[in-house]
């Protein structure tokens, strides 16, 4: 058996944002450029040491340097303007103009320092390609500068390339590709929608394994995201097991995978025994809704269930999603805090059983 830590505890990424932390990225910030550097630094040193606190071996800053967690693409390029959403009236960002660098390092930076704060292992995330295609092209809006879709998903590799290389050069542990649309595809109603869906899961693979090709110096994840974390219950359109997308998800080129469990309607954990015996899996044990916070035992029985299926050495406990899916998102740190706590107590206890 392997010499490294059974059973490390993780986050996703997001963490909840204090009504503070969301004044400090409103566009209206009344702050001047050093009081906000200040005041954030101080928010991340505190979300880094509750999560130390709470016994994590992974932790990120929350994301909180973000005003979402795909919209940070328009933190790295040029090319975009914030609109309307036409369909709900919430604030939009989309592609307007062919994309070119703009502040490459954003998220590197994150990392940088967070080193001055923690010695744990540091995660740092990035959108999926075709995530970013699904969310920020219109077919009006955006089609004088991309005729398609897929020539914007393509352009987006290399400003998202350049940030892998960045944060393996600065040193992060982990860098982890976002990929709700990925799991889009579990879904036969979804399915249903597009003409030909396992070729446009298959496009959404091979942009994430252009975005990945040829860093083999750093851990590599994709997190397979149904939508459902600090959201409400309900949202029967991304329920599904996770069969119709097995196909894809052996193509994907890095070693770790994060796959949810613990949503109704997410299918059998022995799914995980189809995936390459190389690839580590990241566990989805920790419910993220607002007001469930799993026990100890139920976490350690979900991995259990999991040990059917795969190596000890394999699994990495985490929450379902990330905690913040959106800025405004309101989800209690301190309920947060206690699923956390458990979970790195379950990780505990499976460690003693197990090693």
């Known amino acids: 058996m392997s010499d490294r830590l059974l059973f490390p505890a993780s986050i996703i990424g997001s963490m909840p944002r204090p009504d503070f932390v969301k ?4 566009d209206d910030c009344p702050y001047s ?34 005003k979402s967690y795909i919209g940070v693409i328009a933190e790295l390029a040029h090319g975009f303007e914030l609109s309307t959403n036409p369909a709900d009236g919430r604030p939009w960002t989309i592609v307007v103009d062919k994309l070119s660098p703009k502040q490459p390092g954003f998220i ?47 352009d987006c590799i290399p400003i998202l390339r350049r940030e892998v290389e960045l944060l393996r050069d600065e040193g992060v542990s982990i860098i982890q590709v976002d990929d709700p649309h990925l799991c889009l595809f579990v879904n036969p109603e979804v399915r249903a929608g597009y003409e030909n869906p396992d070729q446009a ?36 359109k991304f329920y599904g097991s996770f069969d ?19 949503t109704p309607g997410s299918g059998e954990m022995s799914v995980l025994r189809e995936l390459p015996k190389d690839v580590d899996i990241g ?30 050495e394999r699994i990495t406990l985490n929450p379902e999603c990330g905690f913040a899916p959106g800025s405004a998102a309101a989800v209690s740190i301190d309920e947060v805090y206690t699923k956390l ?12 059983k197990y090693s």
């Open 23 to 26: 004044d400090l990225i409103a």
């Open 33 to 66: 450029e050093e009081e906000h550097e200040r005041f954030m630094s101080a928010a991340i040193r505190s979300v880094v040491a509750m999560q130390e606190a709470a016994g994590l071996d992974v932790v990120s800053d929350g994301e909180w340097r973000r």
């Open 108 to 154: 590197a930076k994150e990392v940088a320092f967070l080193k001055t704060l923690t010695d744990r292992q540091i995660k740092a995330t990035l959108p999926a390609p075709a995530l970013l295609g699904e969310r920020m092209w219109d077919a009006e809006a955006s089609s004088k500068a991309y005729p398609t879709r897929e020539e914007f998903v393509r």
């Open 201 to 236: 899961a298959d496009f959404a693979v091979d942009m994430d394994n252009q975005l990945v090709a040829g860093f083999d110096d750093v851990q590599l994840a994709v997190h397979l995201c149904r939508r459902s974390g600090a959201r409400v219950r309900g949202e029967a």
């Open 244 to 262: 119709p997308i097995m196909p894809q998800l052996r193509r994907l080129s890095v070693g770790h995978v994060t796959m949810e469990f613990t």
């Open 283 to 312: 566990l989805g044990c920790v419910s993220c809704l607002p007001g469930e916070v799993d026990s100890v035992e139920t976490i350690v029985g979900r991995v259990e269930q999991a040990l059917k299926y795969v190596a000890p």
């Open 341 to 352: 706590k458990n979970e790195t107590t379950a990780a505990i206890q499976l460690r003693e």
